[in-house]
Nanobody
Framework: QVQLVESGGGLVQAGGSLRLSCAAS????????MGWFRQAPGKEREFVAG????????YYVDSVKGRFTISRDNAKNTVYLQMNSLKPEDTAVYYC????????????????WGQGTQVTVSS
């Protein structure tokens, strides 16, 4: 079992930045790829960014490319999502998740999820 806890969400003006963190505990000796997802009100949860265990594979949804950066520090069991140039359409609850696959954009392939952190971008 892996427990994931997100932090770093909040209210920011359009054009601003936030850095989300996801701390893992429990069975962290296993090599999990990690992903960030988001869910806006009335919408389905969508993939945002993913990173393999060794950080050799990093990938994003097109709408955040050039603005968001995913990274991880395995020594700290933590994954980050640096979000710059935020837009009102980035408003959502952001979740981190872990998968045993090398990479995935499908939420159904992620076994472990955090509780989410709210990001609100005002115009």
């Amino acid at each position: 079992q892996v427990q994931l806890v997100e932090s770093g969400g909040g209210l920011v003006q359009a054009g601003g930045s936030l850095r989300l963190s996801c701390a893992a505990s429990g069975r962290t000796s296993s090599r999990y790829a990690m992903g960030w997802f988001r869910q806006a009100p009335g919408k389905e949860r969508e993939f945002v960014a993913g990173i393999s265990w060794g950080s050799e594979l990093i990938y994003y949804v097109d709408s955040v490319k050039g603005r968001f950066t995913i990274s991880r520090d395995n020594a700290k069991n933590t994954v980050y999502l640096q979000m710059n140039s935020l837009k009102p359409e980035d408003t959502a609850v952001y979740y981190c998740a872990a998968t045993t696959l090398l990479r995935s954009r499908s939420l159904n392939e992620y076994a472990y999820w955090g509780q989410g952190t709210q990001v609100t971008v005002s115009s």
